[in-house]
């Protein structure tokens, strides 16, 4: 499975964005897809993750609420949609895959796309 995300950039905190990750995965629905980040100096996290049918979502705390992931099985894309961004969700964003996840298992990835860095300025 290769994913290429994009649509990262340098934002306000308080605008939004909304970055995209291209699959080219044959069966595209059979994966769950999940984002996570790294900030400059830290470990990287989790964000959040969607089952195939998109029936199963999973937030990490510090973004629930202000982001929503979704998908298009028809595109083999799944976004992030940021809002309400806060100079500490400054980061390299990975987009990720695992075939089979759904909540409430714990989302490990399989797949790793290249990151995009978001910037949040203050």
């Known amino acids: 499975v290769q994913l290429q995300a994009s649509g990262g950039g340098l934002v306000q905190a308080g605008d939004s964005l909304r970055l995209s990750c291209a699959a080219s995965a044959r069966t595209f629905s059979a994966y769950g897809m999940g984002w996570f980040r790294q900030a400059p100096g830290k470990e990287r996290e989790f964000v959040a993750a969607?089952?195939?049918?998109?029936?199963?979502?999973a937030y990490a705390d510090s973004v629930k609420g202000r982001f929503t992931i979704s998908r298009d099985n028809a595109k083999n894309t799944v976004y992030l949609q940021m809002n309400s961004l806060k100079p500490e969700d400054t980061a390299v964003y990975y987009c990720t895959a695992r075939y089979g996840w759904a909540a409430p298992r714990i989302y490990k990835a399989d797949y790793w796309g290249q990151g995009t860095l978001v910037t949040v300025s203050s």
């Open positions: 969607i089952s195939g049918s998109g029936g199963s979502i």
